[in-house]
């Protein structure tokens, strides 16, 4: 996450800095647009590697649960109860 984080505030800096200096031609309020960019950008990179994060962490989540769920089922007896296979419709009884 921090690499992220400094990713972005790096690339915020470059392009405010770039484009404040170009449009006005002052170095004091180009390097104070360009901390600014760095800031909003840095914590920009930072809201999205945390939404990725979640969605990875909901996928496995989800797969984990399709894993348990095909997983025999035993019952008190020690017999397998019955499941069916999600994937192609078919049962299995033991």
């Known amino acids: 996450m921090k690499r992220f984080f ?3 505030g ?3 800096l470059t392009l405010t ?3 404040s200096l170009a449009a006005s031609g002052n170095l004091n309020l180009a390097l104070r647009d360009g901390m600014f960019g760095c ?7 930072r ?3 945390r939404q990725l994060e ?9 797969e984990m649960e399709v894993q348990q769920d095909m997983a025999p089922q035993v019952n008190g007896n020690g017999k397998h109860t019955h499941q069916t296979n999600h994937l192609n419709g078919s049962s299995n009884e033991e």
Not at 39 to 45: C, E, I, N, T
Not at 54 to 62: D, K, W, Y
């Open 39 to 45: 800031l909003v950008v840095a914590f920009g990179f």
């Open 10 to 12: 790096f690339i915020g």
């Open 6 to 8: 400094l990713i972005g």
């Open 54 to 62: 979640q969605g990875a962490l909901h996928v496995l989540q989800a």
């Open 17 to 19: 800095f770039g484009s």
């Open 47 to 49: 809201f999205i590697y």
